[in-house]
């Protein structure tokens, strides 16, 4: 009966060891986020938080900044967030896009390719900073981040040029 006992408490010494350090580990999700974010750093694009101007709501939940640096020899940059909104309005740039900007509107150029662009599923808002494009977006599928740094690349170039 006493050996019962020892191995017993031998186990739950070990359980208590070892199950802490199983809670340390990252979960599935956290794991395909990572490798999300390692593929995108190596395309060129940064990961933030990225900043959020109060005036533009709440933030929503989950939605990562996905910035492309711009090329050396771009010198202009407008600064604005264009962030989506649910319904068509005539103020909203390209019909969707609510700006936050100090300027009054954008680009011609950026709104012209505003309204074709194909724009990836999880898209929240887009814009430029003096680091360069950037997208918000929701990292649900993780196979659309080819579609997102093309599309960073076509923003980006709709200022540039």
């Not at 407008?78 to 680009?107: P, T």
């Given at each position: ?58 933030r929503p939940t989950g939605a990562m900044r996905y910035s492309l640096p711009w090329a050396a020899d771009d010198r202009h ?34 709104e012209q390719f505003l309204q074709s662009a194909n724009l990836p599923a999880g898209v929240y808002a887009m814009g430029f ?33």
């Amino acid at each position: 009966m006493q050996s019962g006992w020892t191995i017993l408490i031998i186990v739950l010494v070990i359980a208590m060891a070892v199950g802490p350090v199983m809670l340390m580990q990252p979960s599935g999700r956290q794991r395909r986020l990572a490798k999300l974010r390692q593929q995108a750093a190596n395309q060129g694009l940064t990961v933030s938080t990225g900043g959020w101007p109060s005036k533009a709501g709440k933030r929503p939940t989950g939605a990562m900044r996905y910035s492309l640096p711009w090329a050396a020899d771009d010198r202009h940059h407008d600064k604005l967030l264009l962030v989506k909104k649910d319904y068509q309005h005539e103020l909203h740039v390209a019909g969707c896009w609510q700006l936050y900007s100090d300027q009054d509107q954008v680009r011609p150029s950026t709104e012209q390719f505003l309204q074709s662009a194909n724009l990836p599923a999880g898209v929240y808002a887009m814009g430029f900073d003096g680091l360069g494009a950037f997208v918000d977006w929701s990292e649900d599928r993780s196979e659309d981040l080819t579609a997102v740094a093309e599309f960073l690349l076509a923003l980006r170039a709709s200022v540039s040029g």
